[in-house]
């Protein structure tokens, strides 16, 4: 375990969380929330503990599972599905599911108040498992008025939210088949009257990288770039993470991670303006980006594979550097994305182990701490005070934030868990395999 520390210059650094954007009431928009980094600022009185009874104000069986977090706007939950039922043998052995028929992929649209289905739609068909994950892994996105959800299988569909089909349209027609060994996985960002989409891939795959954003009304393309990478062949030029919008130097730009680099991009052309290496220091060509960053007082958040390194960085302009490096250690994580509180970075690994570290200096607060055991795929949430930490077994470990590491509960459900909790209002929102749960305290 590398614990080196690299500390450049004097820098301001705010201990409190300052948002892009502030957060929607009642909504949990996209992917990480309305703030990118898995948090709340507006979550309250959230439930600490649970069961499959207790303090479960709804649940609602889905038609099948995905790794995809639900998506909350006012009195309306949003979630994708597969249509078959789940199958731990298929997901441990995707090769049995080559003959599977029942392929299409779903949006459902749920009541908030009580869980139930105002209304589902069909978003694609071939849906497939790949190792862990299906094709409906994406997260849709809104902005309240419209909804807008991409496939594994490269459907991009604009919904309203009486559930009519606006537009669609079909990426691997447009720009060609994806090429990552595990399957298409990022989820669109939205950000003002744009989408913004990375398709980053090279395992079976010649053509290069690209990022394009696309009008949210028209679903037409805005701009389209190729996105240069010189990570060694086979896997290393894959990324699954979520691409980010944040503001550099006072102004907005889109931040890109995968194929061994951060690249931040002008987002009225799409115009690289900076990039940042170091993220394959052995030129390993197995080192695909799972985890998304996160973005807090100028500095960017990024972990490589099996978190080796974790590089914090301030960006700049051109080919980025050591003289930018805030600090460096190997304590990030390989699939579940870093959340923050503004002063601490929380990094949960696939293995369960957390580490805390002072986002300023790269201080170890929490040194190297295991939760409950198992599996970790899902992102931690952070709200109300508390982090929620599920592991793919469904075992949700509730941590206190702050300097000293406290477990407030520990809560089962018996389910394969892949997606991230979200937390809106007083409620946290699961999903599992089997259901939808709507928590809040009774």
Known sequence: MSKRVFFIGVISFCGALLPLASEPANSWPQWRGAHQNGTSTTAENLPVSWSETENVQWRIRLPSWSAATPIIWEDTVLVTSGEQGFDTARVQNPLQNRSEKRDKLLLLAINRKNGSILWQREIGSGNRFIRKQNLASPSPVTDGKHIWVLTGTGFLTCFDFAGEKLWQRDIQNDYGRFGLKHGY??????????LYIQVLHGETTDEPSYVFAVDKATGETFWKINRWTD???TESPDGYSTPLVQKIGGKEQLI?????????HDLGNGKELWRMGGFNPGRKHNYRTVASSI????????????????IAFRPGNGRLGPKNILWENNLGADVPSPTTDGRLIYVLDD???MVALDARSGEVVWDRIRIEPGIYSASPTLADGKIYAISEDGTTSVLQ????????AVNKFD????????AVGSQLFIRTADHLYCLAKQ
């Open 185 to 194: 996985a990022s989820s669109p960002l939205l950000h003002d009257n744009h």
């Open 231 to 233: 990570a060694p062949d």
């Open 256 to 264: 890109v991670v995968g194929g061994d680099y951060v690249t931040g």
């Open 295 to 310: 973005f807090l007082d100028g500095t960017v958040y990024t972990s490589s594979t099996n978190g080796r390194p974790f």
């Open 351 to 353: 293995k369960g182990i």
């Open 401 to 408: 934030t702050g300097r000293e590491f406290k477990v407030l």
């Open 415 to 422: 389910s394969h868990t892949l997606a991230s909790p979200a």
